[in-house]
């Protein structure tokens, strides 16, 4: 039967807009509104080329954040992570781009609470004996204190950005065991690398109880810690505060690798 051209018309205006709405729709579910939370590790401290308006937060070009921002052209982006961040400060001064629409959040946080920076300096300069019970302290405050600061942080997230995916990046084990490498005694290494054991585990737990998805660095770091062949970490460097931190490449093949593998 043959449609009256009125009713065609109306028919052809339908379509148009029903059309018209979901490429709409689509255009908005596609949006993404990143956020970056964190400390040196998200930030890229030891990766060089820095912003320098980002002063003493070392935001680096080369930091996972930015890598992924500029691999996938998002809505909108906000490097907020800044070297020497806590849980605390994370809270008190990281959160404000956060809003129920940003749609990514990614965070790596943690290891300064922990005190990273003074048990690494403990184990470089002191005994065996005196690092280890530097490292036991850590994992002391690890087991006790941490997951009730991480938990803190991660809601404050998750209330201010309801509708956000939350990654959570954790951190390398710092060195491969072998027989023979300059530096650190292998007393302190394995002591050192228990510790990160026990801070990831304690991160996993935390991103679990907040039902956020947990990307782990460690396969990517595999065969890369200090003492291998091919590291990706800066070992006892020049700034100083760069040791121990993710090189270039270690924040291109390890941890925008491992945040890839997620999203």
């Given at each position: 039967m043959r449609v009256p051209r009125p009713l065609a018309l109306t028919a052809a205006c339908t379509v148009a807009i029903t059309a018209g709405m979901t490429?709409?729709?689509?255009?908005?579910?596609?949006?993404?509104?990143?956020?970056?939370?964190?400390?040196?590790?998200?930030?890229?401290?030891?990766?060089?080329?820095y912003d320098?308006?980002?002063?003493?937060?070392?935001?680096?070009?080369?930091?996972?954040?930015?890598?992924?921002?500029?691999?996938?052209s998002p809505t909108s982006f906000q490097f907020a992570a800044c070297s020497g961040a806590t849980t605390t400060s994370v809270m008190n001064g990281q959160l404000g781009p956060l809003n129920s629409g940003t749609t990514l959040v990614t965070v790596t946080v943690g290891g300064n609470d922990a005190g990273f920076a003074s048990v690494m300096e403990?184990?470089?300069?002191?005994?065996?004996?005196?690092?280890?019970?530097?490292?036991?302290?850590?994992?002391?405050?690890?087991?006790?204190?941490l997951p009730g600061r991480l938990d803190s942080v991660y809601g404050a997230i998750r209330s201010k950005a309801p509708n956000a995916r939350v990654v959570v990046l954790d951190y390398p084990r710092l060195y491969k065991i072998v027989s023979v490498c300059v530096g650190?005694?292998?007393?302190?290494?394995?002591?050192?690398?228990?510790a990160a054991?026990?801070?990831?585990?304690?991160?996993?737990?935390?991103?679990?109880?907040?039902?956020?998805?947990?990307?782990?660095?460690?396969d990517e770091f595999s065969?890369?810690?200090?003492?291998?062949?091919d590291g990706w970490l800066n070992s006892v460097t020049w700034p100083i505060e760069h040791s121990y931190h993710p090189t270039a490449l270690g924040q291109r093949s390890g941890y925008y690798a491992a945040l890839n593998s997620t999203i």
């Open positions: 490429a709409a729709a689509q255009s908005a579910s596609a949006a993404v509104n990143y956020v970056a939370l964190g400390d040196s590790y998200a930030s890229g401290l030891g990766a060089g080329s320098s308006a980002s002063g003493n937060c070392k935001r680096s070009n080369n930091a996972y954040p930015k890598l992924w921002a500029i691999a996938n403990t184990c470089v300069l002191s005994s065996d004996s005196t690092c280890i019970n530097a490292v036991n302290n850590a994992k002391n405050f690890m087991t006790n204190q650190l005694s292998n007393t302190k290494r394995n002591a050192l690398n228990g054991d026990l801070l990831d585990s304690v991160i996993a737990s935390a991103s679990s109880r907040a039902s956020f998805t947990l990307s782990g660095v460690r065969g890369h810690e200090l003492c291998s062949a």
